[in-house]
């Protein structure tokens, strides 16, 4: 089984700390995503990488990057929290197979505070 | 952008069935279905591919209408099990935007005894 873990199920930080989500998966996947999730919005992309050192911006970037130095980790960076930053995180690794058929599987999510 | 899902929520006795639609702006080349419960990662039900057939998992099932940029999710003889949110993901013909996908905002469905 696909395994997607985050380093933390729920966190606490205050305004202008510098906040690290972590995301790892053991199924060798290429791509691996960070979505914000907020009720009523569904998943929104923030950041995406396809392959180690590389990276796209997703639909809300602003805030936000990135940091992928092995394959397996993906992290995400909030240099300086702000309480609009409070939301559900959630990490999602695929793999790349011929024809699109890449289902994306995701971690239990990172429940973020910011006060 | 976003596709649009609709309906918001929707409840159901067990039996019943219900259709979650899911429409986009732009061509799509594929789409995603996935179901969350509250409190757990949404879980990947299928893929539909341009071009492809119909699928099926257990008695669920979808399609895909590439004239009207539209995927249905069809929830048939529904179960207790089949509640949560729906989340339809949308993604357009490209090199790395094949595998990034756009999420509408969801559809929860509660089904009760």
């Known amino acids: 089984d696909v395994k997607v873990t985050q380093s933390s199920r729920y966190l606490v930080k205050r305004t202008g700390e510098k906040v690290f989500l972590e995301c790892v998966q053991d199924?060798?996947?290429?791509?691996m995503f960070w979505y914000r999730q907020d009720p009523g919005l569904g998943l929104r992309l923030i950041y995406f990488?396809?392959?180690?050192?590389?990276?796209e911006k997703g639909d809300i970037p602003e805030g936000y990057s990135v940091s992928r130095e092995k394959k397996e980790r993906f992290s995400l960076i909030l240099e300086s929290a702000s309480t609009n930053q409070t939301s559900m995180y959630l990490c999602?690794?695929?793999?790349?197979?011929?024809?699109?058929?890449?289902?994306?599987?995701f971690g239990p999510g990172t429940r973020l505070t910011v006060l | 952008q976003q596709p649009v899902q609709s309906p918001q929520a929707v409840i159901l006795r067990e039996g019943e069935d219900a259709v979650i639609n899911c429409s986009s702006s732009k061509a799509l080349y594929s789409v995603h279905w996935y179901r969350q419960k509250h409190g757990e990662a949404p879980v990947f039900l299928m893929i539909l591919l341009k071009g492809g057939e119909q699928k099926g998992h257990e008695k669920i099932s979808a399609s895909f209408n590439e004239k009207k940029q539209q995927s249905s999710l069809y929830l048939t003889a529904s179960q207790l099990s089949y509640s949560g949110t729906y989340f339809c993901?949308?993604?357009?013909?490209?090199?790395?935007?094949?595998?990034?996908?756009?999420f509408g905002a969801g559809t929860t469905v509660t089904v009760r005894a």
């Open positions: 990488s396809y392959d180690v050192k590389m990276k």
């Open positions: 999602a690794s695929s793999p790349i197979r011929q024809g699109g058929l890449n289902e994306q599987f």
């Open positions: 993901g949308t993604g357009g013909a490209g090199s790395s935007n094949d595998y990034k996908l756009s």
């Open positions: 199924m060798d996947h290429e791509n």
